[in-house]
Protein backbone atom coordinates (compact mmCIF):
# COMPACT_ATOMS: atom_id res chain seq x y z
CA UNK A 1 0.00 0.00 0.00
CA UNK A 2 1.33 3.22 -1.06
CA UNK A 3 0.60 6.80 1.55
CA UNK A 4 0.32 9.60 -1.33
CA UNK A 5 1.04 12.02 1.73
CA UNK A 6 4.63 11.11 1.14
CA UNK A 7 4.63 12.00 -2.28
CA UNK A 8 6.32 15.25 -4.21
CA UNK A 9 5.84 17.00 -7.39
CA UNK A 10 6.88 14.87 -10.26
CA UNK A 11 6.81 11.35 -8.40
CA UNK A 12 6.40 8.50 -10.77
CA UNK A 13 3.43 5.93 -9.67
CA UNK A 14 1.95 3.27 -10.96
CA UNK A 15 -1.66 2.75 -11.05
CA UNK A 16 -3.41 -0.79 -10.80
CA UNK A 17 -3.91 -0.62 -14.73
CA UNK A 18 -0.35 -0.82 -14.79
CA UNK A 19 0.09 2.77 -16.58
CA UNK A 20 2.54 5.35 -15.26
CA UNK A 21 0.86 8.47 -13.65
CA UNK A 22 2.49 11.51 -12.27
CA UNK A 23 1.74 13.13 -8.57
CA UNK A 24 1.03 16.51 -8.82
CA UNK A 25 -0.19 18.02 -5.28
CA UNK A 26 -2.48 17.53 -2.27
CA UNK A 27 -5.53 19.65 -2.20
CA UNK A 28 -5.55 23.01 -0.88
CA UNK A 29 -8.47 22.13 1.83
CA UNK A 30 -7.60 18.56 2.72
CA UNK A 31 -4.04 17.41 2.72
CA UNK A 32 -5.81 13.51 2.15
CA UNK A 33 -7.08 14.03 -1.23
CA UNK A 34 -3.90 13.89 -3.90
CA UNK A 35 -3.57 14.84 -7.70
CA UNK A 36 -2.13 12.99 -10.16
CA UNK A 37 -1.94 12.66 -14.29
CA UNK A 38 -1.74 9.44 -15.75
CA UNK A 39 -0.96 9.77 -19.88
CA UNK A 40 -3.71 7.66 -22.06
CA UNK A 41 -1.72 8.51 -25.60
CA UNK A 42 0.11 11.29 -27.49
CA UNK A 43 -2.70 13.70 -26.44
CA UNK A 44 -5.20 12.24 -24.02
CA UNK A 45 -4.73 12.40 -20.55
CA UNK A 46 -6.57 11.61 -17.54
CA UNK A 47 -7.05 13.54 -14.51
CA UNK A 48 -6.53 11.29 -11.21
CA UNK A 49 -8.17 12.67 -7.67
CA UNK A 50 -7.17 10.10 -4.60
CA UNK A 51 -7.31 9.66 -0.84
CA UNK A 52 -4.16 9.43 0.53
CA UNK A 53 -4.12 5.64 0.13
CA UNK A 54 -4.26 5.74 -3.66
CA UNK A 55 -8.24 4.92 -3.87
CA UNK A 56 -9.64 7.22 -6.70
CA UNK A 57 -12.79 9.73 -5.86
CA UNK A 58 -15.18 10.64 -8.30
CA UNK A 59 -15.25 7.81 -10.30
CA UNK A 60 -17.63 4.96 -11.66
CA UNK A 61 -15.57 2.90 -12.79
CA UNK A 62 -13.50 -0.34 -11.91
CA UNK A 63 -11.15 1.82 -9.82
CA UNK A 64 -8.99 1.05 -12.56
CA UNK A 65 -7.11 4.09 -12.30
CA UNK A 66 -6.39 3.68 -8.57
CA UNK A 67 -2.94 3.96 -7.49
CA UNK A 68 -0.78 0.81 -6.45
CA UNK A 69 2.07 1.87 -5.40
CA UNK A 70 5.78 3.61 -6.90
CA UNK A 71 6.74 2.94 -10.50
CA UNK A 72 10.01 1.06 -10.76
CA UNK A 73 11.67 2.14 -14.08
CA UNK A 74 12.33 -1.27 -15.67
CA UNK A 75 16.18 -2.27 -16.52
Not at 16 to 42: E, F, P
Request: proline share 0%; charged share 35%; net charge positive.
Amino acid sequence: MINLNKCKFGDKLKTRKGLMAVYICHGISDKNTHICVVGLGAFDYEKIVGDRNGKTYLRNDDDRYGIVGKWEDEK
